[in-house]
């Protein structure tokens, strides 16, 4: 089975953990705590309802004071609507404790308290759910006591579904799997083509090349690494020997007159030939040989491989092909991201855009900034204002050492992770969040301030300072902070982003990999930041030009922007780097800025959110000038959750987000298939026409695609290898291959069928060779497999699947299907419950479903019994 929803902290050691617990405190494992939703579009609509349970099963009762109930929920509580005689409280970010009133009735063995309070927005699947319970003593303010025993109801009611009265998007079902999935077409493995992603040429031609460890090998000087690269793999799957191939032969040439990227493959009966004029096509060309090896399990070799002969001419569609991974928020081991660089290897993607800081975490050492680390990359529970360490976010718990809100790379880390994208041609963009989403940093140098001045070393201590200490600005960010910018009107804060560039660089030296560019983040400053810092207001006055606190935005960039000009670096960031703000009647919007344009800027592009107006701002970014990679949330991030399910893991405030998603986004024309808002709603007619399409120059500048995952809700490389894949695998067709057939028919009706049979096509490719060749690749990778779907039709019960060749296994006697139960062939007889499950090449399970399949009666319903 997949991973739990929810993975409450274990009671680890760390610094708070040390002490022990009360006498007179009631035993964690005796607290069970139930969260409900209770509706949606509450009271009017912009906020829902929904309900705490705490039941004691513990001798010692739960008393009406002297306590506190911690907890991390990413919804705005809103004021005054607690019922049953507690007050929540909200600490910053998204911790929250619960204390009670004086009215509060001890909770006694074997009796429950609740309490009932609205909170903004909406709730729809069990990730909505607050999580990282722990219970706090007055008297003990350092013994924290976890509490694992919690669950999410499970929704039932189209009130709990409904985010509000204009959501569309159905809860799904099997039968709504089964219906998407009806027009599926089981394509034979042998007419599939062999190369993935689609290449731009791809001839079969009849014989075959044997492959064993007799066929000579060449490789020009210079592709050795690769030539070393592509020997181990045959030696993973070759068994040793000297084999019986005299003659035949593996060459890697080089030809100059080839693209950069490009390669040219070509398999005959007597030799392997990959050309090309860079390491990094070659390498391509030698993923593409490998994509057509038969599958075997991993581990297992074989004396000789048949391989068909062929003839590939290839070469990518856009430069730019990534995956973002945010790490700040919850941490991912250096092994997982070694894995994950692995994974893109395979399938030609070559960017890893690697988000290091937010305000949840620092992640990165900085050897002469050690508080970066000591304290922006810990989170636990403090009793006091000593700044040690951060808060407990996304349900981290108390504890320091739990691993999911806690870690850092090493400066040695790092550059091993380097290393090993460069060997296989991955670039690394470092992402250093600024100056928004930056209260790791704002609180590290906080507390590097504190020591120097301590040591009597004033001048020192105010060297990297990120806020001015007088500042009294009111703001909350989108995530619920209230101090997590950094003041850009104050020189220390440029010397804080000199130093941070100056030891990147330093690495990237040291590492020998390639650096062109510091991501410097941008996205959602909350709006009264800097309006009541006095260096700020100072500087505005003293800079006419400027007008207000607004003007600081641009100003920083600007500045950003020649600092690293002056390393020879460009300038990356999110959208809003290429926007300011302006002020009209009163109120704030954002515009592009112009001059920015044409400095060579990246921008990620994330809104393309359908109704909410800015569907077109790529593009239009684009045409200014801007260089322009393609990440939009309603297509491209994987954080998103598949389907709307209660037991689906992952946001949706975008969009709910299948691979299909990825698939079906055209880069130069994404408002093709996208007919419906985010709601469900179908789009009127004409909805596009006021939006502006790519020129000539725009389409020069779109750059590439990435997909992004976002890590609030991902817990450990099992989660994140669940949301990204198979999502990753609909990324790298789309940045790597043209346009298909479908996209350039203008008639609605012939392009959905030619989409149609597309579909076919891929889904067929991923559950026979793609997901296999994974499982034999890496043993296990937890990606997600989809549940079946099913329908009741004559008294049988039909089953289908989103990817053709993915194993459906049932059951008939309510038990969950396990990977020796038996295979679905053919419609289902037996009435009764069945329960449904898929299952990978290694005899993994998916999500169980089921459905019932009643007994047939010849009356009419109201006369049943």
């Not at 409900?36 to 010692?60: C, K, T, W």
């Not at 973002?324 to 395979?346: G, H, P, W």
């Amino acid at each position: 089975m997949r991973r739990l929803l929810f993975q409450l902290p274990m009671l680890l050691l760390g610094l708070i953990s040390t002490a022990q617990v009360k006498k007179d405190a009631v035993n964690a494992k005796k607290i069970a705590i139930n969260w409900q939703i209770i509706e949606n579009s509450h009271a009017g609509g912009g906020q829902f309802l929904s309900s705490l349970n705490v039941q004691n099963n513990d001798p010692l009762a739960l008393s009406n004071k002297n306590w506190k109930l911690y907890f991390n929920f990413a919804r705005r509580i809103v004021p005054g609507t607690t019922t049953g005689n507690v007050e929540i409280v909200h600490v910053n970010g998204d911790l929250y404790y619960i204390r009670p009133t004086e009215k509060f009735k001890p909770i006694h063995n074997g009796t429950s308290a609740t309490t009932e309070f609205a909170s903004k927005d909406w709730a729809v699947n069990a990730t909505d759910a607050p999580e990282g319970f722990y219970l706090i003593y007055d008297d003990a303010p350092k013994q924290a006591i976890p509490i694992k025993n919690v669950k999410a109801i499970p929704s039932t009611r189209a009130t709990q579904f409904a985010r509000n009265k204009q959501d569309r998007v159905p809860a799904i079902t099997p039968q709504l799997i089964y219906e998407q999935n009806k027009n599926s077409i089981d394509i034979p493995e042998k007419d599939l083509q062999k190369v993935f992603p689609s290449p731009a040429q791809y001839t079969e031609k009849a014989g075959e090349f044997i492959l064993d460890q007799g066929v000579k090998f060449s490789a020009d000087p210079a592709f050795k690494a690769e030539g070393t690269f592509l020997q181990e793999k045959l030696n993973r799957v070759l068994s040793p020997g000297k084999g019986t191939q005299s003659g035949k032969t593996i060459q890697l040439n080089l030809d100059k007159s080839l693209g950069a990227e490009a390669y040219q493959l070509e398999i005959n009966s007597k030799q392997i030939r990959i050309t090309a004029s860079a390491k990094a096509g070659v390498f391509y060309g030698i993923q593409s040989l490998l994509s057509t090896f038969p599958l075997q399990k991993k581990g297992h070799k074989v004396a000789a491989i048949k391989l068909q002969n062929a003839s590939v001419t290839d070469q990518p569609r856009f430069p730019f092909r990534g995956l973002m991974i945010d790490v700040a928020r919850n941490f991912q081991t250096k092994e997982e991201i070694l894995k994950v660089l692995d994974l893109m290897s395979m399938y030609k993607l070559n960017v890893l855009h690697f988000h290091l800081n937010d305000d949840e975490g620092w992640r990165l050492e900085i050897q002469d900034l050690p508080e970066l680390t000591a304290v922006g990359s810990r989170r636990g529970h403090f009793s006091d204002t000593t700044l040690s360490h951060l808060p407990p976010s996304f349900g981290s718990g108390p504890f320091l050492n739990e691993h999911h809100g806690t870690g850092h790379y090493s400066k040695a880390d790092f550059i091993e992770i380097l290393k090993y994208a460069n060997a296989r041609h991955i670039r690394v963009i470092p992402e250093i969040e600024a100056p928004g989403h930056a209260r790791a940093a704002v609180r590290s140098m906080h507390a590097r301030y504190n020591r120097l001045m301590k040591e009597g070393k004033p001048e020192e201590a105010k060297r990297y300072l990120l806020h001015d200490l007088n500042d009294r600005s009111i703001y909350r960010s989108v995530q619920n902070w209230n101090d997590n910018v950094m003041d850009v009107s104050i020189p220390s804060t440029y010397n804080f982003i000199e130093k941070i560039s100056d030891e990147i660089i330093a690495m990237y030296k040291t590492a020998s990999a390639p650096l062109q560019t510091i991501h410097f983040g941008g996205d959602e400053v909350p709006d009264g930041a800097w309006e009541g810092s006095p260096n700020s207001l100072k500087f505005v006055k003293e800079h006419p030009e400027l007008k207000d606190v607004n003007g600081l935005w641009a100003y920083f960039y600007g500045n950003i922007d020649r600092i690293l000009k002056s390393r020879n670096l460009y300038l990356s960031g999110w959208e809003e780097v290429g926007m300011q703000p302006v002020v009209a009647d009163g109120k704030k919007s954002y515009v592009i800025n112009p001059a920015l344009g044409d400095k060579n800027i990246r921008l990620n592009v994330w809104n393309n959110i359908i109704g909410w107006g800015a569907e077109d701002l790529a593009y239009r970014l684009a045409n200014t000038g801007y260089k322009v990679i393609l990440g939009g949330v309603s297509n491209l991030y994987f954080d998103m959750a598949y389907q709307k399910s209660f037991d689906e893991p992952g946001y949706y405030w975008g969009e709910y987000a299948d691979i299909d998603k990825a698939f079906n986004f055209i880069p130069f024309n994404s408002f093709l298939n996208s007919n419906v808002d985010k709601f469900g709603n179908a789009l009127k007619p004409g909805f596009y026409d006021s939006k502006e399409r790519l020129t000539a120059k725009g389409k020069a500048n779109i750059v590439g695609l990435q997909g992004l995952l976002w890590s609030e809700t991902i817990k450990g490389g099992k989660d994140l290898e669940y949301m990204i894949m198979p999502k990753l695998l609909g990324l790298a067709e789309r940045a790597w291959a043209t346009d298909p057939e479908w996209a350039n028919e203008p008639d609605s009706i012939k392009r959905k069928e030619m989409y149609d049979k597309a579909w076919a096509r891929f889904a067929n490719r991923l559950g026979k060779k793609e997901l296999p060749r994974i499982d034999a690749a890496f043993g296990e990778l937890n990606y997600r497999l989809p549940p079946a779907g099913a329908i009741v039709k004559d008294g049988q019960v039909h089953l289908n699947n989103q990817f053709p060749g993915i194993t459906v296994r049932y059951t008939t006697d309510q038990t969950v299907p396990t990977a020796k139960s038996p295979v679905y062939t053919k419609p289902i007889t037996t009435k009764g419950l069945i329960r449904f499950r898929t299952f990978d090449s290694q005899g993994r399970g998916g999500r169980s479903t089921s459905i019932v399949n009643e007994v047939e009666w010849n009356v009419t319903p109201k006369e049943l019994p």
